[in-house]
């Protein structure tokens, strides 16, 4: 399985886990413990690790402008596309809805702060005024690749950070399990769990360590007692050379919240609705902007 597959199937798995709460359902989690979204999302850290870090060591002048081609130019679309198509349904007078949408898109598209919120939308849906949720891991993630490029890509900076991370995130599942209740434990936990994950995929990377197979399998059967701490193996251990044609997992994972909570605000919104209304979206993204975009990154595109 390559790293696209994987990273469509991760985020196909974070719009399985998001659909049930929007849809005013409890969660659904793997044996009680693990939330699909949070498996998702872990996923794309240990793989976004893992590149990048190759991506700076091949040529760390560029590195900052290939990984702002690669986030910006579909995020600033899907951004301008939600506050055109929510325009038709907002209950907020124009002069009211149009100045905030414009921060909306400046903001989120600067990536710090984030903000959720847009006038007059999703006002009678389970999951109140949050237009799209998942933004908070695009300004994370970005945040790791800021880390990786002022220590410079250096293993022993890497392991470092590692290191501190999986002290945190465990001390934190033992010691603060109601972390989601308060903002400073749920930012403590959110940063500890996926820079693990992240650096972990970076350090892998770094160290030129392969993860065999054997190893990948024996990483998924401990996953439901370990969780993420066996996430980076499983990962890297499983992965295989290749490529899609289309890779829609960005696509997906940015358009799929605030279509969901659409299809919420009409009693409409289950599994196979949110998947089949988000592909066309996920597919115009990466024919008419990401694959564009890509093509102005400096230097050869790498065979994984």
């Known amino acids: 399985m390559n790293f696209d597959i994987m990273r469509l199937v991760a985020a196909l798995l974070v719009v399985v886990s998001h659909t049930f709460p929007l849809a005013g ?5 793997i044996m009680g413990v693990e939330d699909l979204g949070a498996l998702g999302v872990s996923v794309f850290f240990v793989i976004s690790g893992y590149l990048v870090s190759a ?9 900052l402008l290939k990984r702002v081609l690669r986030i910006e130019p579909g995020l600033i679309a899907s951004l301008v596309v939600t506050v055109g198509l929510l325009a038709l349904v907002t209950t907020a007078p124009a002069a009211e809805y149009w100045p905030a949408a414009a921060m909306y898109v400046l903001r989120n598209a600067l990536l710090y702060p984030a903000t959720y ?16 949720g998942v933004l908070w891991t695009l300004r994370l993630e970005f945040t790791f690749y800021l880390v990786l490029m002022l220590i410079g890509a250096r293993l022993r900076l890497v392991l470092a950070l590692l290191a501190v991370c999986a002290v945190v995130f465990v001390t934190m599942t033992f ?3 109601h972390w989601a209740e308060e903002k400073l434990t ?4 959110l940063g500890a769990r996926n820079g693990l994950l992240f650096f972990a995929g970076a350090a892998l990377q770094l160290s030129r360590r392969k993860v065999p197979l054997w190893l990948g399998g024996v990483s998924v059967v401990a996953f439901p007692f370990l969780g993420p701490l066996a996430l980076p193996t499983a990962v890297l251990g ?12 960005y ?18 919104l289950n599994v196979a609705t949110a998947v089949l209304a988000v592909l066309p979206f996920a597919v115009a993204s990466w024919f008419l902007v990401e694959r564009p975009a890509l093509k102005l990154k400096p230097g050869p595109r790498p065979a994984w």
Request: hydrophobic share 40%; no cysteine; charged share 15%.
């Open 251 to 268: 696509g997906v994972y940015i358009y799929a919240f605030p279509i969901q909570q659409v299809l919420a605000a009409h009693g409409q």
């Open 25 to 29: 359902q409890a969660p659904f989690r």
């Open 175 to 177: 010691t603060h399990p």
């Open 55 to 63: 991506s700076y060591e091949r040529d760390p002048k560029a590195y």
């Open 238 to 249: 499983l992965a295989r050379p290749g490529k899609l044609p289309a890779d829609l997992s």
């Open 186 to 189: 749920r930012i403590a936990f």
């Open 117 to 132: 919120a847009l006038p007059g939308v999703f006002q009678d849906v389970p999951f109140t005024g949050v237009v799209n």
